[in-house]
C-alpha cells in the first residue's frame, strides 16, 4: 500500500521550483507590458502614483479579468513554496509565509511597471487578486503533497493503476475548463441577468456562427471530452448498464448546471446530450478493450497512418478557417500588420483572458493528434506540430485573416504532452483485464 507520509517526506529538489519560479516570474514581468506602449515618467512620480491606487468597484464584466490575475499567481505561490520549503514538517510554513513576502514584492513590482506602460489597469482590487492566487498556489503546495506523491508513483507504475490515475486527473481538469473563465454568479442582480439570458442560447445549436468542417468538429469535441468519464465509470463498474446512463444524464446536466453559474459561459441542451452520449461510448471503448477489439483496431489504423495524417491535415486547413477561395499571395505584404502581433501573448491580451483560454484549448485540441502519430518522441511531435501550425498560420496570412503566433506554443505543447502520455493509455489497452465487478 501506499504510504502517503513516506512520499511527502521525501520531499522534492529545490532546484527545479526555483527555475520555474524564476522563469515564471519574468513571464509575469513580460506580460505586463503588453501591449509595449511605454511612456516615461519621473521614478518618484510613479512610486507615488503607487501609493494612491485605490479600490474600485467593478460590474460581472471584470470579474472573468479579476479571476484571471487571481489565476495566473497560483503557479508562482506553488513554485516558490516547493522552493523554499522543499519537504514538510515545522519549517515548511516558515517557507510558506517566505513564498508569500516574495510574491508580495513581485507584484508590488510589477503594477510599479505597469504605470510606465498606460491602458494596463493598476487598483487594489487587481493586487489583490494577485495576492489571494499567490496565497492559493502556497496553500496548494503545503496541502497537496502526498496527493502529488501519490499520483507520481501511480503514473511511474503504468499499468491500470497509472490510467485510472490519468482519469481522474482528467475530469478534475475538465471541471475546471468548463468553469472557465470563473467569472461565476454572485449576485441577486448577476442571477436574474442570467435567466433572462438563457433561452437565448440554452436551445440553440451547438457552433451556429461556424462553418459546416468547424461546427462538425465543435460536436465531436464535446462528445469527445467526456469519453474519459465513461472510461473512468466503466473501469469500476463494468456490468452496470442501466446504472450508466442514469450516471451519464445526471454527469451531462450536473456539468451544464455548473456552466450556468459562470456568466460567460454558453451552454446549450443539445450539448448536454452529446455529453451524455461522450459517457455512454466512453464506457463502451472500455467494454471493447476489455475484448481486445481496440488494439486490433490499432493496428490496422497504423497501416493507415499515412493516410490518416494527410486527412488529417486537410481537415485542418478548414478548421483554421482558410479557404482556397481567398488566397492571394498579395497578402505575404505584412506591411499592414501590427508588427507586435508577433510577440507572444500580444494577441490574448486584445481578446480577454477568458477568451484567450478557449481559443488555447481549442488549438491543443487540433494538434493532439500529432503527438498521437509520434508517441513516446513528445520533442519530435512538438518540433513537428510547430512545423505544422506555422503552415496554416501562413495560410491564415494567404487568406487575410489575422495570424497567431501563440498557435505554435500551444501546438508544441499540446503535441508534446500528448506523446508524453500516450504509452500509458496504450499500455491499458494491452494489458486490460477482463470486466470484474468493482474491481
Not at 521614478?43 to 464584466?61: F, K
Not at 518522441?377 to 510547430?386: C, F, N, Y
Not at 489575422?402 to 508544441?412: E, G, H, I, K, W
Amino acid at each position: 500500500m501506499f504510504d502517503a507520509d513516506k512520499a511527502g517526506a521525501a520531499g522534492t529538489s529545490p532546484s527545479s521550483p526555483a527555475i520555474f519560479a524564476a522563469f515564471y516570474t519574468l513571464l509575469i514581468v513580460y506580460c505586463a507590458m503588453v501591449p509595449f506602449h511605454f511612456v516615461p515618467i519621473d521614478p518618484s512620480i510613479a512610486w507615488q502614483r503607487l501609493l494612491a491606487i485605490a479600490y474600485v468597484e467593478h460590474g460581472s464584466d471584470q470579474r472573468a479579468d479579476w479571476m484571471g490575475n487571481l489565476v495566473m499567481l497560483v503557479p508562482l505561490g506553488y513554485a516558490l513554496t516547493a522552493a523554499l520549503a522543499p519537504k514538510p514538517g515545522d519549517r515548511a510554513a516558515i517557507g510558506g509565509f517566505a513564498a508569500f513576502f516574495l510574491c508580495i514584492i513581485v507584484v508590488l513590482a510589477v503594477k510599479y511597471l505597469q504605470l510606465f506602460f498606460p491602458g494596463r489597469t493598476v487598483t487594489i482590487n487587481y493586487v489583490i487578486a494577485q495576492l489571494a492566487g499567490a496565497a492559493i498556489g502556497i496553500l496548494l503546495q503545503l496541502s497537496s503533497r502526498p496527493l502529488l506523491a501519490w499520483i507520481g508513483a501511480s503514473t511511474a507504475a503504468g499499468g491500470r493503476r497509472a490510467f485510472v490515475t490519468l482519469l481522474w486527473l482528467y475530469a478534475g481538469s475538465l471541471l475546471l475548463f468548463i468553469l472557465l473563465p470563473f467569472d461565476f454568479v454572485l449576485s441577486r442582480g448577476d442571477f436574474v441577468e442570467r435567466v433572462k439570458a438563457l433561452p437565448g442560447f440554452f436551445f440553440a445549436l451547438p457552433g451556429q456562427h461556424l462553418g459546416p468542417v468547424r461546427r462538425l468538429m465543435l460536436i465531436a469535441a464535446l462528445v469527445g471530452e467526456t469519453v474519459p468519464l465513461g472510461m473512468l465509470w466503466a473501469l469500476y463498474y463494468p456490468r452496470r448498464r442501466i446504472a450508466l446512463v442514469l450516471f451519464a444524464a445526471i454527469c451531462a446536466m450536473a456539468m451544464t448546471l455548473a456552466a450556468l453559474l459562470v456568466m460567460s459561459t454558453r451552454p446549450t441542451a443539445v450539448g448536454t446530450a452529446l455529453r451524455a452520449v461522450g459517457i455512454v461510448a466512453g464506457a463502451m471503448v472500455s467494454a471493447h478493450a476489455a475484448r481486445g477489439l481496440i488494439v486490433r483496431h490499432v493496428f490496422i489504423l497504423r497501416r493507415a497512418a499515412p493516410i490518416l495524417a494527410i486527412a488529417y491535415l486537410l481537415l485542418l486547413v478548414p478548421a483554421n478557417g482558410i479557404k482556397a477561395s481567398n488566397l492571394h499571395l498579395a497578402n505575404l505584404a505584412l506591411g499592414s500588420i501590427d508588427p507586435r502581433v508577433w510577440l507572444p501573448f500580444f494577441l490574448w491580451y486584445n481578446i480577454g483572458k477568458g477568451a484567450a483560454a478557449f481559443a488555447a484549448m481549442a488549438h491543443a485540441l487540433l494538434y493532439l493528434p500529432v503527438g498521437l502519430l509520434l508517441w513516446r518522441r513528445p520533442l519530435l511531435a512538438a518540433l513537428a506540430a510547430v512545423f505544422v501550425s506555422a503552415i496554416m498560420e501562413v495560410g491564415r496570412v494567404l487568406t487575410g485573416l489575422q495570424p497567431d503566433p501563440n498557435n505554435l506554443l500551444v501546438a508544441a505543447a499540446a503535441a508534446s504532452v500528448t506523446a508524453h502520455y500516450a504509452p500509458i493509455v496504450w499500455n491499458w489497452l494491452v494489458d486490460h483485464p477482463a470486466p470484474a465487478e468493482n474491481a
